[in-house]
């Protein structure tokens, strides 16, 4: 029998770029946006084929006061390389948008 693997949990904290490593950061400044939404990490796991899964009452464990939410997705890769391509995602999009308006 497959062992089952476990979700893949993506915080907006993750992303912001407002936020320091020590906060909760865990991508490079360059590939973060201001104010990441889980629709915009769900989107970007979506555009991925991550089949994401969005909690929208979820707090990220250093601010429980905040609920932004969270992303599960599941994935036969390191969760890094996930953050970081969704990251990108993340950018892109907001890029394109930018451009778009």
Same mark, same amino acid.
């Given at each position: ?6 979700? $893949? ?21 360059? *590939? ?8 915009? $990490? ?29 992303? *599960? ?29």
């Amino acid at each position: 029998m497959a062992k089952e693997k476990r979700a $893949i949990v993506l915080y907006p904290a993750y992303f912001d770029a407002e936020r320091s490593r020590e906060d909760g950061r865990r991508v490079a400044r360059k *590939l973060s946006v201001n104010g990441p939404t889980v629709e915009e $990490i769900a989107a970007a796991a979506g555009a991925l084929g991550l089949k994401p899964k969005v909690e929208a009452e979820s707090a990220h464990p250093s601010t429980p006061w905040r609920r932004d939410g969270r992303v *599960l997705v599941r994935a036969d890769y390191f969760k890094t390389s996930v953050v970081r391509k969704v990251a990108e995602k993340v950018k892109e999009a907001r890029a394109a948008k930018s451009k778009g308006a």
